[in-house]
């Protein structure tokens, strides 16, 4: 017995219009739908990944920070010294420091 996921997957068919094949090989839609795909064979997915270019009609600026983004894997950062650390390190050393504390009290 099939599940819906796999017939669906079976049954779908190249994303190409000048193709019928089966479509088992997902593609985005664009830069903007990432999440979302197209599915192709292998002939034509093949083809899709010559073409793809994520950076397409992206101007100077745009690219900069696509760039930017990347060097940190698109997740966010902070210039050196600008993050208090050692508040982070007290606030997290203090809530063991509190539960040690309560439990010697418990054991008193």
């Given at each position: 017995?099939?599940?819906?996921?796999?017939k669906?997957k079976?049954?779908?068919?190249?994303s190409?219009?000048?193709c019928?094949?089966?479509?088992v090989?997902p593609a985005?839609?664009?830069r903007?739908?990432?999440?979302?795909?197209?599915?192709f064979?292998i002939?034509c997915i093949r083809?899709?990944?010559?073409?793809?270019?994520?950076f397409?009609?992206?101007n100077e600026?745009e690219?900069?920070?696509e760039i930017?983004k990347s060097v940190?894997w698109?997740?966010?950062?902070?210039?050196f010294?600008?993050?208090?650390?050692?508040?982070?390190f007290e606030?997290?050393?203090n809530?063991?420091?509190?539960?040690?504390?309560?439990?010697n009290k418990?054991?008193?």
């Amino acid at each position: 017995m099939l599940h819906t996921n796999q017939k669906e997957k079976q049954e779908r068919i190249c994303s190409n219009p000048k193709c019928n094949e089966l479509g088992v090989y997902p593609a985005p839609k664009s830069r903007d739908e990432l999440r979302e795909y197209l599915y192709f064979c292998i002939n034509c997915i093949r083809d899709f990944n010559k073409s793809w270019n994520y950076f397409e009609g992206l101007n100077e600026q745009e690219l900069e920070v696509e760039i930017r983004k990347s060097v940190t894997w698109d997740r966010p950062s902070w210039k050196f010294g600008t993050k208090n650390i050692n508040y982070d390190f007290e606030k997290t050393f203090n809530k063991f420091e509190n539960k040690k504390n309560i439990r010697n009290k418990k054991n008193i």
